[in-house]
C-alpha cells in the first residue's frame, strides 16, 4: 500500500519503519518541524518530504496522522486530502466518533476516517520486533477495517479489531502498566543512585516481577512486600527515611501502601 | 554445610531449596505451624522437623531466621542455640547492629551473628532459576563474612557484600521496583478485566517498558505517556472515567500524573 505520514514524533518513526520493512511504500512525511520530518524520511527508501499539509496531489491510499491528541484537531483544520483517501489517527483516546465529526467539518471532499492503534511504548532509538506489536483498528466502514486489519496483519501478529470505548480504556490501562511502572523503576534507580548503589541490582526482581505477572495472567496473586503483608514496622522505617530524602517518593510510597493494604483487605 | 532454618514462608521455601540443590544439607526445619514445617521438609531430601526452638543439639552450621521482621525478636527471645553456630537473618530492614543486640541480649552462648538478604520476590508455587539471584551478605566477623559469600556463591554468581544502611536502601528501592510496580499491573489488568479485555493486550507494552528500563539502565530516558508530554486533555478524560469506576485508582492516577509531571519540570 501507499502509505503517508502527518507527525515525526516516535509513534511516526517507528510505524513508517515497520510498514516499509513489511514492503509498503511511504510516499511523503510532513512534521511541523520539517528538520524532523527530513530526518525520517532520511530513514526511509524512497519518501518525500511534504512541505505544507496540501496533500490533494498525494498518492497515498492511507494516511496516517501520528500527533499528539492536542494536535489532532489543528491538523484537521488545514489539512487539504485527495478524494477517497483513508485517514486515520495512532490516538488511544479519540474516538472515532469525534475524529469524525472534525473530518467532517473541515474537509471539503469525502474521505474513509479510521483508527490505528498501536499500543506500545516507542522511542525512537530503541529498535523492536513488530511481530507481537498490538493494533487495534477501528472503522465504521467494514472495507475501509478490513482494510487496515490487513494493512496491520502485514506488520504484526496481533491485530485486534476494537471499539472506541475498549480502546480509551486499554489506554487508561496502559497509563498504569507502562508510564506509572517506569516512574516507579525511576524513583528507585534514583534512590540507589543517590547512595552509589548500582540499578542492576534490582533488575533480577524486577524481572521477576513481571514474569510472576505474565505468568499467573493476574499480578494481584504475586503481590508481595510489607504493604501486602502489612508489617507497619518496616513500612515506617522506610517512611522514615524518604522523609528525610524526597517528599514526592514520601507521598507516593504512603499512597500505595495504603491502597495496597485496602485492596487486599477488602478481597 | 549443615544448615537449619526456622521460618516455612517464601523466603525459607527457595533458600532451602536452592541451597540443597548446590550440595548444602538442610538439617532441621522449624515454623510456629507445624503443618507447613512438615511441607518444606517434604520436599527436602533428608530435613528433620524440628518441633521447638530448642536447636542446642542442631548439628548446623549456619541457622538462617528466615521469618518476617516482627517476629524475629520473638525467635531470638525463645531460641536456645548450639555454642559457636552462624546466625544469620534474611531481612532487608534490619540492621546487623541491631540484631547483634538482641542476640546479646537473650542468647546464653556466644554465636556469631550475620545478614543473608536475598533480593528477591518469592512465591512458593513459581520455581525460578537462582544463578542470578542477588544476595546481599554481611557480617562483622571477615572469617564469618567469608564463609557466607562463599554459600551465597555456591547457589548464585551475584553475590555483593553489603552494609547495613546500603541494604536498607535497596530495599526501600526494591519495594517501589517490584511491589508498587506490581500494584501497578493489578489496576491496569482489573481495568481491563472489568470490561472483559484480556490482559494479554497489555504484555508486549509492558514487556517492552521493562526492556527499555533495563536497556538504559536510566528508566528516566524511557518515560513516555500523557503526563510525560503534559497532555493535560488526555489525562482529564482518563481521570473522568476513574472517577466513575474506583476511587483508589482516581488518587493514584492524580498522584502518580502530578509527580511525574514535577520530575520532568525540574529537569
Not at 69 to 96: C, F, M, N, Q, Y
Not at 192 to 204: G, I, N, T
Not at 229 to 239: A, F, I, P, S, V
Amino acid at each position: 500500500m501507499k502509505i503517508s505520514f502527518i507527525g515525526s514524533g516516535n509513534v511516526a518513526w517507528h510505524l513508517a519503519q515497520a510498514f516499509e520493512d513489511a514492503g509498503h511504500w511511504i510516499c511523503e512525511v510532513y512534521s511541523r518541524d520539517t528538520q524532523k520530518a527530513r530526518q525520517l524520511a532520511s530513514t526511509l527508501y524512497d519518501t518525500n518530504i511534504q512541505p505544507d499539509l496540501n496533500f490533494s496531489d498525494s498518492e497515498a491510499e492511507i494516511i496516517v496522522i501520528a500527533v499528539s491528541d492536542d494536535a489532532i484537531e489543528t491538523v484537521l483544520e488545514r489539512v487539504v486530502l485527495p478524494e477517497g483517501v483513508i485517514l486515520v489517527h495512532t490516538s488511544g483516546t479519540k474516538s472515532l466518533a469525534e475524529f469524525q465529526n472534525l473530518v467532517e467539518i473541515y474537509s471539503d471532499v469525502y474521505v474513509h476516517t479510521g483508527v490505528f492503534y498501536p499500543l506500545q511504548t516507542f522511542t525512537k532509538e530503541v529498535e523492536m520486533d513488530y511481530k507481537e506489536l498490538p493494533f487495534c483498528i477501528e472503522s465504521k466502514n467494514e472495507l475501509i477495517e478490513n482494510k487496515l486489519i490487513q494493512l496491520g496483519q502485514s506488520v504484526s501478529d496481533n491485530v485486534n479489531r476494537m471499539d472506541s470505548d475498549e480502546r480509551f480504556i486499554l489506554h487508561v490501562a496502559a497509563v498504569f502498566a507502562s508510564n506509572f511502572t517506569n516512574y516507579m523503576l525511576t524513583i528507585s534507580h534514583d534512590l540507589l543512585d543517590r547512595e552509589q548503589l548500582s540499578f542492576d541490582l534490582l533488575k533480577p526482581l524486577i524481572q521477576t516481577t513481571i514474569y510472576k505477572a505474565m505468568l499467573s495472567n493476574d499480578p494481584a496473586l504475586g503481590q508481595t512486600g510489607p504493604a501486602r503483608r502489612g508489617d507497619w514496622k518496616t513500612t515506617g522505617r522506610h517512611l522514615e527515611y524518604l522523609q528525610e530524602t524526597n517528599e514526592d517518593w514520601t507521598e507516593i510510597y504512603r499512597l500505595m501502601t495504603d491502597k495496597i493494604r485496602n485492596f487486599y483487605i477488602s478481597k
